[in-house]
């Protein structure tokens, strides 16, 4: 049979044992949580990287510009050389033709 | 005491753990990426066009070696590559399997419907390859690029078409 004085310090260390393992649970909780986000954001990093890689990695002439900070298109450089040598039916075709291809 | 110190040991495990684990991240996106290879085929055919476009005519007038007395020439398409200074050679993985192709279709401006002289070089193949992606774009077939001009041979204007098509999957495509 425990006396009172007994009874009491046994009551104190339970809830003390009590208090300090939620508060252990909580702390790990915080960790499980953060480390989750960290792997997620890392997840989705790499994913990104992959998919960027598959898009970007196409390159097209018309991307490229030259340092006179215009596109240029040597073909229709050729065209424009040839409305100037054209005589009117000429350039009447020409002109079709750019409509029909625009 | 001892719990703290505990803690302490443990704590720092921990973040040499995720430190290891975010290094991890950084190396796998850099891999992902650097991995994959630039896709420069539509470039490349791009600039066979050009290539193609200034040995066919130059001040909006057409090579005079295209033509003899009766018209077109046969002379010059049949050795076009080196007229044009074009090497189709490639590297010992495709030996066998030529991995370019073009074809110039000359129409005279009187009738753009009809081609009145072809000159077509490297593997046909490849363009039913390409023809494949009119309604989607397949990344590991082969990559085309056609363009046009105008062009003169004294009177007559001509409308010069270009198809370049080049294959070189395995090293532009992963």
């Not at chain 2, 891999?31 to 600039?47: C, I, K, T």
């Not at chain 2, 040995?55 to 020439?73: A, D, M, P, R, Y």
Request: charged share 30%; hydrophobic share 40%.
């Amino acid at each position: 049979m425990l006396n009172k004085r007994q009874k009491n310090q046994r009551f104190v260390s339970y809830t003390f044992l009590e208090k300090k393992r939620k508060a252990q649970v909580s702390e790990i909780m915080t960790w499980v949580v953060a480390t989750i986000i960290i792997l997620s954001i890392l997840l989705i990093f790499v994913y990104a990287s992959s998919l960027l890689a598959q898009k970007t990695k196409i390159i097209k002439a018309k991307d490229l510009k030259i340092d006179i900070g215009k596109e240029v298109d040597l073909l229709e450089t050729k065209n424009l050389i040839a409305f100037d040598l054209a005589s009117e039916n000429e350039e009447k075709i020409i002109k079709n033709w750019e409509e029909e291809n625009e | 005491m001892i719990n703290k110190k505990g803690g302490g040991k443990l704590m720092a495990m921990y973040w040499f753990v995720i430190l290891m684990i975010v290094a991890g991240g950084i190396f796998a996106m850099v891999y992902s990426f650097y991995q994959h290879p630039y896709d420069v085929r539509e470039l490349e055919a791009e600039m066979m066009i050009n290539q193609i476009a200034d040995c066919l005519s130059s001040k909006g007038e057409l090579n005079l070696e295209l033509f003899n007395e009766e018209g077109f020439s046969e002379e010059f398409p049949e050795n076009f590559l080196e007229n044009c200074h074009l090497n189709f050679e490639v590297e010992e993985v495709w030996e066998g399997e030529p991995q370019y192709y073009f074809r110039i279709d000359f129409y005279n401006a009187i009738n753009l419907e009809n081609s009145v002289f072809e000159i077509s070089k490297g593997n046909s193949n490849l363009v039913a390859d390409w023809n494949i992606q009119e309604e989607k774009e397949y990344k590991r077939t082969a990559k085309g690029v056609e363009d046009s001009f105008f062009s003169f041979n004294g009177e007559d204007m001509y409308l010069i078409k270009i198809l370049t098509i080049i294959k070189k999957t395995e090293k532009n495509v992963k």
